[in-house]
């Protein structure tokens, strides 16, 4: 089987603002509900575009005319098959009924213990056909709700506050991939580099590894090095201490935060 290549849009992180307006009713059952003039901040992670409004308060949910359709034809079709095979002999003693009884008929007609077993019957299958069509809505209304409920529970990464810490703690995760990226470079390469000789070689890493195009920023990585003494500069050329050495300077620096002044 052949492969095909589909391309959309994907939000790696959405956040998505909501201020309560000052006339906002609050619920009055025993949920708890937001206060008028409150504001709500949520972060999802990993959104296709076309899954943004599920990420709404006010997202209600309604079927496309692609499951409409999916839903209504074959419930015609197997209807127009009930019709034609179980109920046939069913309505047509239902119809001599009824035409008896408005008088648009003359003939009586008989009601014995077969002709009542027929109609039981007929509305037995009648039954078993809407039972069966009204589990199929329910289940595609099921399974839209689980989708829902999928983007706002496992999709969610934090709320109010907890947005700020997750962003804060991102922004010093980068900033530290920063200083590892220019301290492995430094530390593999067989001979000192300078600054935009580490810059390009970087670069091109993620480009060929990742297929990033990324503007390192060389200078915030270096400034963090050269401070903790990872690094050596000596008239514009690099290197890298040893990595036990690395750990050594670090391991004293750690410990001197709990030295008294």
């Given at each position: 089987m052949g492969s095909k290549t589909i391309e959309f849009i994907n939000y790696e992180r959405v956040v998505v603002y909501i201020r309560f307006r000052d006339d906002y009713e609050q619920s009055k059952d025993k949920l708890p509900s937001p206060r008028p003039g409150s504001t709500l901040l949520k972060l999802f992670q990993n959104v296709p575009n076309a899954d943004l409004e599920m990420l709404f308060p006010n997202t209600s949910i309604r079927m496309r005319t692609v499951d409409k359709l999916l839903i209504g034809i074959p419930a015609a079709v197997s209807g127009g098959i009930v019709l034609t095979t179980k109920l046939g002999v069913s309505l047509v003693l239902l119809g001599s009924l009824l035409s008896f009884w408005l008088g648009l008929s003359s003939e009586p007609l008989e009601l014995n213990k077969t002709t009542i077993m027929?109609?039981?019957a007929g509305l037995i299958a009648l039954g078993g056909y809407l039972w069966k069509q009204f589990n199929n809505f329910k289940n595609r209304k099921l399974k839209f709700m689980q989708a829902l409920t999928q983007n706002l529970y496992f999709k969610n990464l934090d709320n109010n506050a907890g947005i700020f810490h997750r962003l804060a703690n991102d922004a010093e995760e980068e900033e530290c991939k920063e200083a590892l990226l220019a301290y492995y470079f430094l530390l593999i390469s067989k001979q000192p580099l300078p600054r935009a000789?580490?810059?390009?070689?970087?670069?091109?890493?993620?480009?060929?590894?990742?297929?990033?195009?990324?503007?390192?920023?060389?200078?915030d990585a270096l400034e963090k090095l050269l401070k903790l003494g990872l690094v050596?500069?000596?008239?514009?050329?690099?290197?890298?201490?040893?990595?036990?050495?690395?750990?050594?300077?670090?391991?004293?620096?750690?410990?001197?935060?709990?030295?008294?002044?």
């Open positions: 027929v109609l039981f000789e580490l810059d390009s070689k970087i670069e091109n890493w993620l480009a060929a590894k990742w297929n990033c195009d990324v503007d390192f920023e060389i200078d050596q500069d000596s008239n514009g050329k690099l290197t890298a201490i040893s990595i036990e050495a690395g750990i050594q300077k670090l391991d004293r620096r750690w410990d001197d935060y709990f030295v008294p002044s």
